[in-house]
């Protein structure tokens, strides 16, 4: 439970692949906005959020190709990668999350944005 | 916190990796109520796989409804304290949650509920073949097992333990020659529990003869430990040499944190084998079963030399491109 602790309790697998891949094209890396805070949601209270990414490559080159969650917050659905109606190198996608009694405590969600 | 990260996807990986399916996963479990007092304890147990899209399509029943045999989750070790498990298997069976089509890439998660007699402690297993093709020289067909551990007695502190959650998207991308560091975003509901990572391992059981009657005494194993079970340093002071349930003494040492590039070309050489479709058994009458976390991409062999773990954090340094490897953690308190 703390730093002494030796007493298991639990172990809980993470299994993953890791792709090499050669040089990339463009290597400016997009920017994700703006949501990099905790924020407090209240069990059975829908919301619903934007994560933002903007492409700083040539989009003749390379653009985002998605943005995603890093696995899943349990009930979190996430929308289709959208482009911004008003800025062609920003992109985002729509999360909802009806947060339930058992789910109480720190959750985090890290998300990822690709290029092509 | 966000991460950023870059990829240059190419397609014909696409075509590479069509035909093996796996692309990794997690599988956790939390009691419905911590502090249940009764004869049972109700748990959720929830699967959460990758898959590679669109070979595995996403319906429900994934893998299933792609084409794939459906199996249970096993019980690998303590199965005699499984609290009626074997009564009521789980299926492996989940349902397509999420895809990102331009990344190859599908999510399927399932929960379910299940009753179990109180005090239960035991190994739940879902093992398979094959992940993608993985390493260079490329190893097809591989195995996969991935081992949650259950233990619903009740904490020193009076309440059940909900384990921690930790997420990673698999796959991860990393350019050829630049080190990356991959930290598995890990959470814990039960305030002030200290959540470590270390490296999947295989840990040998032992037979003895069969005497009728009596299968089910196994003897009470020691219990593993996070402490005992260091990554590739020793967490909290704890000291090398009291990790002793450490499966190998090399992921310990703390000259051994990094993987000899001789010995790992010596293993991979002699481990190319292709598995076949038949999996693995178990022993036959064992009275300690073996607790296989990781099959075919256990650490150090799955990985290039060089990839160390330091607390949740892996360090990675691909040498090749075009080349995967399978990365197998257990994340505990």
Redesign the interface.
């Known amino acids: 439970?703390?730093?002494?602790?030796?007493?298991?309790?639990?172990?809980?697998?993470?299994?993953?692949?890791?792709?090499?891949?050669?040089?990339?094209?463009?290597?400016?890396?997009?920017?994700?906005l703006p949501?990099?805070r905790c924020f407090e949601v209240q069990v059975g209270v829908t919301i619903s959020f934007d994560?933002y990414?903007m492409n700083l490559c040539n989009p003749a080159i390379?653009n985002v190709?998605?943005i995603?969650?890093?696995?899943?917050?349990?009930g979190m659905?996430?929308g289709n990668?959208t482009k911004s109606p008003t800025n062609s190198s920003l992109s985002y996608v729509r999360f909802t999350w009806t947060p339930q009694a058992?789910?109480?405590?720190?959750?985090?969600?890290?998300?990822?944005?690709?290029?092509? | 916190m966000l991460i950023t990260r870059l990829i240059l996807f190419y397609f014909y990986c696409i075509a590479n990796i069509h035909g093996k399916h796996f692309n990794g996963g997690t599988i956790t479990w939390a009691p419905i109520d911590p502090y249940a007092t009764g004869s049972s304890v109700s748990i959720t147990i929830t699967q959460t796989y990758y898959w590679n899209f669109p070979y595995i399509k996403c319906l429900t029943n994934v893998p299933v409804s792609s084409g794939f045999s459906s199996s249970t989750l096993i019980c690998t070790a303590e199965c005699s304290y499984d609290g009626d498990y074997s009564t009521k298997k789980i299926s492996t069976s989940t349902d397509c949650i999420s895809t990102s089509p331009a990344l190859s890439m599908m999510t399927s998660q399932r929960s379910n509920n299940i009753t179990l007699n109180k005090d239960a402690h035991f190994y739940l297993a879902y093992v398979g073949e094959a992940w993608v093709p993985l390493n260079y020289p490329v190893r097809r067909n591989q195995e996969w097992s991935i081992v949650t551990y259950i233990d619903l007695r009740v904490r020193s502190d009076e309440f059940i333990n909900t384990p921690p959650a930790a997420t990673v998207v698999s796959p991860q991308y990393a350019i050829v020659n630049r080190t990356i560091q991959i930290t598995i975003p890990v959470s814990d509901v039960n305030a002030g529990d200290d959540v470590r990572c270390r490296w999947s391992t295989y840990t040998d059981g032992y037979r003895r003869r069969k005497r009728s009657g009596n299968e089910k005494q196994f003897p009470i194993r020691k219990k593993r430990s996070c402490a005992g079970y260091c990554s590739s340093n020793c967490f909290y002071g704890c000291s090398c040499s009291g990790c002793s349930s450490c499966s190998g003494a090399a992921i310990c040492g703390a000259t051994s944190t990094t993987v000899a590039t001789t010995t790992a070309a010596t293993t991979i050489s002699t481990t190319t084998i292709e598995t076949t479709g038949t999996l693995r058994s178990t022993s036959s009458y064992p009275v300690r079963q073996a607790i296989n976390e990781c099959a075919d991409v256990c650490y150090p062999n799955s990985l290039p030399s060089g990839t160390t773990l330091n607390g949740c954090t892996i360090s990675f340094t691909g040498t090749r491109a075009n080349t995967w490897y399978a990365v197998a953690i257990q994340v505990c308190i």
């Open positions: 439970m703390n730093s002494t602790s030796t007493t298991p309790m639990s172990s809980v697998p993470v299994q993953l692949l890791i792709y090499v891949m050669g040089e990339p094209s463009c290597s400016k890396q997009p920017l994700i949501l990099d994560i990414a390379s190709a998605d995603v969650p890093s696995g899943s917050i349990d659905t996430k990668l058992n789910q109480v405590g720190y959750v985090e969600q890290c998300t990822t944005a690709y290029t092509t």
